[in-house]
């Protein structure tokens, strides 16, 4: 076989074009079509590798843009939060073989409707990641406007410091809770088939990030403050098992999906649950229909992720962070706690000076 070494590039759109085509479409509507907005946010990543496949060209360099149907990537009929079912690389390699620099739209793909689908905020990650894995490479770069994974916000702490090396469990955790460094799908890609990804600055080139399989054991690598929650009180006047079931039902089919579900009371209906900001239009359109027979209050919290695998094995981090939380008198909504990670969610928005103090403190000690 022909050794490939042509260059692969994945375009990443700017997440300010998405924002405005989400603005425009919200504009039209109050909670736009899911398929829709799919051909909508697509059409900014086609834009784009157009655009520099053109300037490459006019540079002399030889490319061929690909939007996610044409580079073969197939996947579920989700709309908005699709997940890649399988990659056709015949043509990508037919294009590599030609000497010429591949440009793929990422955040995209096709189901078997022959329909867009997009893959979610931060999809072009998965789709280089899943791309990668397809052409067994041995490692996957992902360039964007940060060099590497913190060990929390540098924009919110001044004092944060790059982390040489994670694992795909810590990496994903992070993911999970909020950070914007990589999609969550991508380093899940990225350890099953064991591909090695590397976060890199596009404006330098410092040394970044690698996320591996490697794993050291009792160390805090990275916390994460999310302030895109809001915490939902749904009251209603006599509490039934079904009616409790058919709302959660209800929330998971209509893709609101509750990041935590609790039963606060066996004489009346009365649950709380946390969910993404970015699911709010849809909820409230749902209360005003479906919903209705429901008093609803709602409000923006904030929620800390310590991360790192095997910390609670430590008592003493754990001890440390209580320790600071007191400190701020705030009213705590719940604290879970695993192998990896110790998430607290409060009932209020919180300042960054509180995720300062727990940075300091813990990456001090």
């Avoid at 157009?50 to 044409?70: C, F, M």
């Avoid at 694992?167 to 591909?195: P, Q, T």
């Avoid at 160390?219 to 999310?226: D, F, G, L, P, T």
Wanted: glycine residues 4%.
């Amino acid at each position: 076989m022909i050794k490939i070494i042509m260059l692969l590039l994945l375009f990443l759109l700017n997440g300010k074009t998405t924002d405005r085509l989400l603005k425009e479409a919200y504009e039209l509507a109050k909670v736009p079509n899911d398929r829709e907005l799919d051909v909508l946010l697509s059409s900014g990543e086609q834009v784009s590798i157009s655009k520099l496949s053109i300037l490459l060209n006019e540079l002399g360099y030889k490319t061929v843009s690909l939007t996610g149907w044409q580079a073969g990537i197939y996947t579920n009929n989700t709309n908005q939060n699709a997940i890649i079912e399988n990659i056709d690389t015949s043509r990508i390699l037919k294009e590599l073989e030609k000497r010429k620099i591949v440009i793929i739209a990422g955040f995209q793909g096709f189901n078997d409707n022959l329909d867009i689908t997009t893959l979610g905020r931060g999809g072009s990650d998965t789709t280089a990641v899943a791309v990668a894995a397809a052409l067994k490479a041995k490692h996957c770069f992902i360039f964007s406007d940060v060099d590497g994974v913190y060990t929390t916000d540098p924009n919110k702490v001044s004092e944060a410091k790059k982390l040489d090396t994670l694992s795909y469990v810590e990496m994903l955790d992070i993911a999970d809770e909020g950070a914007r460094v990589l999609h969550n799908r991508c380093i899940e890609i990225g350890e099953k088939f064991n591909i090695p990804i590397i976060t890199k600055s596009t404006f330098n080139n410092k040394t970044g990030s690698n996320i591996i399989d490697k794993i050291e054991d009792n160390i805090v690598k990275s916390i994460v403050k999310n302030d895109d929650l809001i915490l939902i009180n749904l009251k209603y006047g006599s509490y039934t098992i079904k009616l409790f079931n058919q709302v959660y039902d209800f929330l998971i089919n209509r893709d609101i999906l509750p990041i935590q579900f609790i039963n606060n009371s066996l004489s009346s209906f009365n649950v709380d649950f946390l969910m993404k900001a970015s699911c709010l239009n849809k909820f409230q359109k749902a209360l005003d229909t479906d919903l209705n027979m429901f008093d609803s209050t709602f409000k923006n919290v904030s929620r800390i992720a310590i991360v790192g695998y095997g910390i609670t094995n430590d008592s003493i981090v754990l001890k440390h962070i209580m320790d600071i939380v007191k400190r701020f008198n705030l009213d705590i909504f719940s604290i879970d706690i695993t192998n990896a990670k110790i998430i607290i969610t409060f009932k209020v928005k919180v300042e960054n000076n509180l995720l300062e103090m727990l940075h300091n403190e813990l990456f001090e000690n």
